[in-house]
């Protein structure tokens, strides 16, 4: 299986820029769909990006459409998140997410999602 540990998180001031990490050991990232999700206090978890298994495919939340970029490196087995033109209702834990590529199609629920990172602090200050 796969494990995940996020980094690159930290404050930053609206219209800022941040890019994440995740880093995955232990099974290729490409062997799963992956994504971002976000949670902010008192919030559910939400969708932010995903990747499908394949590379081909990116998906995003409306809420960050034109803002952010999903990607990932297969050598070096991590998924990416850059977030530009970052704004205060984008401050949230986020966290990557992996289920396995072969067990069905990518997904914006995070209940679909098998393995998870701990999560890294965004903060967005006005």
């Not at 800022?16 to 799963?32: D, E, F, H, M, V």
């Not at 978890?45 to 995903?50: K, L, P, Q, T």
């Amino acid at each position: 299986q796969v494990q995940l540990v996020e980094s690159g998180g930290g404050l930053v001031q609206a219209g800022g820029s941040l890019r994440l990490s995740c880093a995955a050991s232990g099974r290729t990232l490409s062997n799963y769909h992956t994504g971002w999700f976000r949670q902010a206090p008192g919030k559910e978890r939400e969708f932010v990006a995903a990747i499908i298994g394949s590379g081909s495919s990116t998906y995003y939340a409306d809420s960050v459409k034109g803002r952010f970029t999903i990607s990932r490196d297969n050598g070096k087995n991590i998924l990416y998140l850059q977030m530009n033109s970052l704004k205060p209702e984008d401050t949230a834990v986020y966290y990557c997410a992996a289920k396995l590529r072969w067990g069905g199609s990518w997904s914006e629920s995070w209940h679909d999602y098998n393995y998870w990172g701990q999560g890294t602090q965004v903060t967005v200050s006005s």
